[in-house]
């Protein structure tokens, strides 16, 4: 393996930031995954510090390829659904290499989920269009075109009956609101119907820790579209993130 085929991915999450030395011919970690919580409201450099700890565990200069939960454009926030509103703005993968002192590529989340699965998972040679949802502290969504990644697509905020789709359907709020699988997977059913009505994809792919148990609401889920759970679960964002170091 050359130096070149590693690389560090970085997914910081609602509620963790999680990071790993990343494999890139294979998508398998190198290195132990190493994590801690997210100051997800506190100032920017609080959460630069956080970040700053967690990838000083993983020695060498290699690359780091950044998953933060926002719309990332040329390396810039320009949303923060669940952040602290001060990112907005902030030139991300600018400050993060001042912290990291290693060169740094930022990408919203849920398309460094979206690239890993499409590389190395569940999407893996699928043609045509594939949707994938993140379920964690809110929803996110990676859509591809015959592999190919339309940045940003921020799904999670579509209005659902009336509610936004990641406040009916979230890992969090199945948690806060202490839903039933069954009632969980109800949502789940009218978010990703109405998405599915309004994309018609061919492929949708669900990701984030809750995937970890899919026999509890897989077969709850009815979908035209084949629906699957993510092969890399809830460590596609931190694939993702290493590989898009190498995608430039
Ligand atoms: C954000 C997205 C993000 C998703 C998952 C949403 O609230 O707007 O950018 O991908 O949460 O973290």
């Known amino acids: 393996m050359t130096p070149s085929n590693l690389a560090?991915?970085?997914?910081?999450?609602?509620?963790?930031?999680?990071?790993?030395?990343?494999?890139?011919?294979?998508?398998?970690?190198?290195?132990?995954?190493?994590?801690?919580?997210?100051?997800?409201?506190?100032?920017?450099?609080?959460?630069?510090?956080?970040?700053?700890?967690?990838?000083?565990?993983?020695?060498?200069?290699?690359?780091?390829?950044?998953?933060?939960?926002?719309?990332?454009?040329?390396?810039?926030?320009?949303?923060?659904?669940?952040?602290?509103?001060?990112?907005?703005?902030?030139?991300?993968?600018?400050?993060?290499?001042?912290?990291?002192?290693?060169?740094?590529?930022?990408?919203?989340?849920?398309?460094?989920?979206?690239?890993?699965?499409?590389?190395?998972?569940?999407?893996?040679?699928?043609?045509g269009t594939v949707l994938l949802l993140t379920l964690g502290t809110g929803i996110g969504s990676a859509l591809f075109v015959d592999g190919k990644l339309v940045p940003n697509t921020e799904f999670g905020h579509l209005e659902v009956k009336g509610q936004e789709a990641e406040l009916r359907a979230s890992g969090r709020v199945k948690v806060e609101k202490n839903l039933s699988w069954d009632e969980w997977a109800g949502e789940l059913n009218l978010v990703v119907n109405t998405m599915h009505a309004l994309l018609w994809p061919d492929l949708v792919v669900l990701c984030g820790g809750i995937t970890e148990e899919p026999e509890e609401f897989l077969d709850k889920l009815h979908c035209e579209a084949r629906l699957v759970v993510g092969a890399l679960r809830s460590e596609a964002g931190i694939v993702g993130a290493a590989l898009a170091t190498a995608l430039g």
């Not at 970040?51 to 454009?73: C, E, K």
């Open 8 to 127: 560090i991915g970085v997914d910081v999450g609602g509620s963790s930031i999680k990071c790993a030395l990343v494999d890139l011919d294979t998508g398998a970690f190198a290195s132990e995954r190493f994590s801690a919580p997210t100051p997800a409201h506190d100032s920017t450099e609080t959460l630069l510090a956080a970040l700053a700890t967690v990838v000083a565990n993983i020695p060498g200069t290699h690359a780091v390829g950044l998953a933060f939960p926002s719309v990332i454009r040329g390396g810039i926030v320009r949303t923060a659904a669940n952040l602290n509103k001060a990112w907005i703005g902030q030139p991300l993968a600018k400050l993060a290499a001042d912290h990291l002192h290693r060169p740094v590529i930022a990408i919203n989340d849920a398309d460094a989920a979206g690239v890993a699965e499409l590389r190395y998972g569940a999407a893996r040679g699928v043609p």
